[in-house]
Every structure is written in structure tokens, then in C-alpha cells.
T-cell receptor, first 115, second 110 residues
Framework: DAEITQSPRHKITETGRQVTLACHQTWNHNNMFWYRQDLGHGLRLIHYSYGVQDTNKGEVSDGYSVSRSNTEDLPLTLESAASSQTSVYFC??????????????FGPGTRLTVT | DQQVKQNSPSLSVQEGRISILNCDYTNSMFDYFLWYKKYPAEGPTFLISISSIKDKNEDGRFTVFLNKSAKHLSLHIVPSQPGDSAVYFC?????????WGAGTKLIIKP
């Protein structure tokens, strides 16, 4: 079965460190998204990609970067982790053009704590 | 400015009764809406959707109603079951992206 996986599931890091969160999908979807979820804010879009070599900033992109070198993976990098980036991070994918559905499929999330 | 709003952070409903979760939006160009359900420590999962050409869509115990003139949609769960306890997110589709509400935590009491 197709799926979307995230690793690690939990991460504790120190302020100032670079951190990379992995996202891998086997849906063969063109669109991939990174969100953070914080209490009272729902899901906020960090970065997104509509295909290989394409990346775009979302509403809360400061301090984050992504790269898309293949269809399956969209790693999220925190250049210099800050305590404000303590959150739960979700990766998602979609492909309305081929699936006919606007639905996004989500990974299980990564809980990141910056101390 | 939030384009999709879920004004009730939480809702408590007796098992077997109807749960009604509400969502308002501000952009009249939105023409497709989705509801997601999220359990703790899991990613959101798709529940039901509705296109603006309809005013109602049903799937088993779940029904979504859309009132375009009021820019309002609601999710009805009948009857409510203990497994329905979760956070419910409303989202609007726009340009390959989903615009999310803040979520409503539904608690089903025995």
C-alpha cells in the first residue's frame, strides 16, 4: 500500500543546531507540503513543492528550507533551531491532476523539541 | 487574517446524540471544502468533502452541509460514538493548497 512516512518521530535538539526532518511518500504524488501544528493555530503551511526542483514558501517559512530532488522526498531543514520552532511537524502529499481528488495524505508527524 | 474559522475550540456531546461542528470562511472564491479528523500522535485523515455545486454530502454517519450565501459549513455526526472523540479540522481548497481552520476538539461522553 502507498504511504507517507516521516522520520524521526521524535527529536530533541539544542538551540542553534541544524535539524533535518525527513518525509518520504510512495503515492507518486507531485505535490508535497510541510505544516506545523501548534495549539490554537491549526495547521500552518511552511513550504510546499509542486514537483521536482520546485519549492515555494508558505505562511511561516522563516528559518526553514526544503529541497526536492526527486518525486518521493521533501526534507525540511531548520537552519538554526530556535525554541519557537518547538512544534509537531506534518508532511503531506496530493495530486489532484491524477487522483481526481483534492485530498492531502498526511504522514504521522514529527514532534520536535528545541531546548 | 484567518480565511477559514472554527470558532469552537471544543465541543462535548453525549454518546448517541448528534455532534455538529461548524466552520466559516471569508473567501467566496473557495469552491471545495474538506473535513479531516485527527487523533493524538497521528496525522490528520480525510473524512468527507463537499463541492460548492452541492449543499449536502453524506457518508454513513457523517453529513456535511454547505451554505454558500452564509459562507458556512457544518459537519453532522449521527449517532456520535466514543471513537469520534478527536480534533476535527475544516479546510478549503485553493490553488492546490488547503487553507485550514484551527480545529475543534470533539469529546464524546459515555
Amino acid at each position: 500500500d502507498a504511504e507517507i512516512t516521516q522520520s524521526p518521530r521524535h527529536k530533541i535538539t539544542e538551540t542553534g543546531r541544524q535539524v533535518t526532518l525527513a518525509c518520504h511518500q510512495t503515492w507518486n504524488h507531485n505535490n508535497m507540503f510541510w505544516y506545523r501544528q501548534d495549539l490554537g493555530h491549526g495547521l500552518r503551511l511552511i513550504h510546499y513543492s509542486y514537483g521536482v526542483q520546485d519549492t515555494n514558501k508558505g505562511e511561516v517559512s522563516d528559518g526553514y528550507s526544503v529541497s526536492r530532488s526527486n518525486t518521493e522526498d521533501l526534507p525540511l531543514t531548520l537552519e538554526s533551531a530556535a525554541s519557537s520552532q518547538t512544534s509537531v511537524y506534518f508532511c503531506a502529499s496530493s495530486d489532484p491532476g491524477t487522483s481526481g481528488s483534492y485530498e492531502q495524505y498526511f504522514g504521522p508527524g514529527t514532534r520536535l523539541t528545541v531546548t | 487574517d484567518q480565511q477559514v474559522k472554527q470558532n469552537s475550540p471544543s465541543l462535548s456531546v453525549q454518546e448517541g446524540r448528534i455532534s455538529i461542528l461548524n466552520c466559516d470562511y471569508t473567501n467566496s472564491m473557495f469552491d471545495y471544502f474538506l473535513w479531516y479528523k485527527k487523533y493524538p500522535a497521528e496525522g490528520p485523515t480525510f473524512l468527507i468533502s463537499i463541492s460548492s455545486i452541492k449543499d449536502k454530502n453524506e457518508d454513513g454517519r457523517f453529513t456535511v452541509f454547505l451554505n454558500k450565501s452564509a459562507k458556512h459549513l457544518s459537519l453532522h455526526i449521527v449517532p456520535s460514538q466514543p471513537g469520534d472523540s478527536a480534533v476535527y479540522f475544516c479546510a478549503a481548497y485553493s490553488n492546490y493548497q488547503l487553507i485550514w481552520g484551527a480545529g475543534t476538539k470533539l469529546i464524546i461522553k459515555p
